[in-house]
């Protein structure tokens, strides 16, 4: 199935929630360029767009953050428990004070964030953003989301047996801050590894991002620092707008995105850390579209690593992960509720 386009003759229907009526005329102008979208209708706030829910029965529903009357993470809750369908989150609240909020709405099932235009869409941006609409117009929301927890099931998880994991490389992408919101929370302070993690993410969320992650995890979250040594129980991101590389040394090295990229390389952080870390490297793929995280995973595998990826029930969108176990680079599958209690044992099996 094509990632970026799963039914790509079906019209997709767009409800777009926002009071200002400038952001409402610059998305419809810009998202209603590709055929496939036709804009249903809009809302100046989160009530109005509730009603038009469940009148319009749209595919996909773009609400930004802060409206009269229901803002947009009261308008997220409703749309979940009355009429379950996609939620792209497009906002202008990307300032500290404001963004761990737009990671309260992907918390309460809102499935992706994007950043507002304020006077129009550069050709790149505009790509991304008709991308992110196709894409979540294929996912299935339900009532209920597929747990995040869960014993460990005898057998499934992988054995650190003859090999003493040494470092812990995660990459996520669509769905990816919950995934990580629950994992992170799973982990404890004493976790003996370090964690390198890439989340596909525009740059102007990513220091949201970590405050979001950080409220309830025990392990100190930050943006990598070039030069610096990855810590154990630290789990570390890219800097906004370069790619994390593990220099020949074990230090964290960055390297500025291409133009064109739609964020920070996961294939490039696993790599490298499979190249330093060797059979020491436990790579992670959660949810998430596209193909990015499978090459590294492999390289994982190949340098005698652990490799695990996220299964299809409660992944958001089975991409990344799918094209990782086809290329069978992934020794196992896990629901997400299973990876922490395996990434636990192989670290405990290993450092005591």
Known sequence: ??????????????????????ALLLLRRALTQDPQIVVVGTA??????????HELKPDVVSTDLHMPVMNGL?????????SPRPVLVCSTAVQSEHTTTVFDLLQAGALDVFPKPRTGL??????????KVKILSGVKVFRTRASVSGDLAAGTAPSGQARKPQAVVIGASTGGPGALHALFQALPANFPLPI??????????????ISWLAEQSKLTINFAQAGEPFQRGTITFPAPGCNLHVGPSGLATMTPL???????????????????????????????MGSDGS??????????????AQNAETSVIFGMPE??????????????????????????????
């Open 196 to 209: 390198l993690c890439v989340q596909h993410i525009a740059g102007e969320f990513a220091k949201g991002l």
């Open 122 to 131: 550069e050709d790149s941006n505009l790509a991304e953003l008709i991308r």
């Open 323 to 352: 094209r990782a176990i086809a290329l069978g680079a992934a020794q196992s599958v896990l629901p997400l509720g299973e990876i922490a209690p395996a990434l636990i044992r192989l670290a405990v099996a290993t450092h005591g």
């Open 258 to 288: 291409d133009a064109d990229s739609i964020g920070s390389s996961v294939d490039v952080t696993m790599i490298s850390g499979a190249h330093y870390w060797g059979a020491g490297t436990v790579g992670v793929l959660l949810t998430g």
């Open 1 to 22: 199935m094509d990632d970026l386009n799963p039914q790509k003759n079906r019209q997709i229907r767009l409800l777009l929630v926002d009071d200002s009526p400038v």
């Open 74 to 82: 009261e308008l997220t809750r409703r749309i979940m428990a009355e």
């Open 295 to 308: 090459q590294g995973m492999l390289a994982i595998s190949r340098a005698g690593g652990i490799t695990i």
């Open 44 to 53: 100046r706030d989160g009530a109005e767009g509730l009603r038009m829910v």
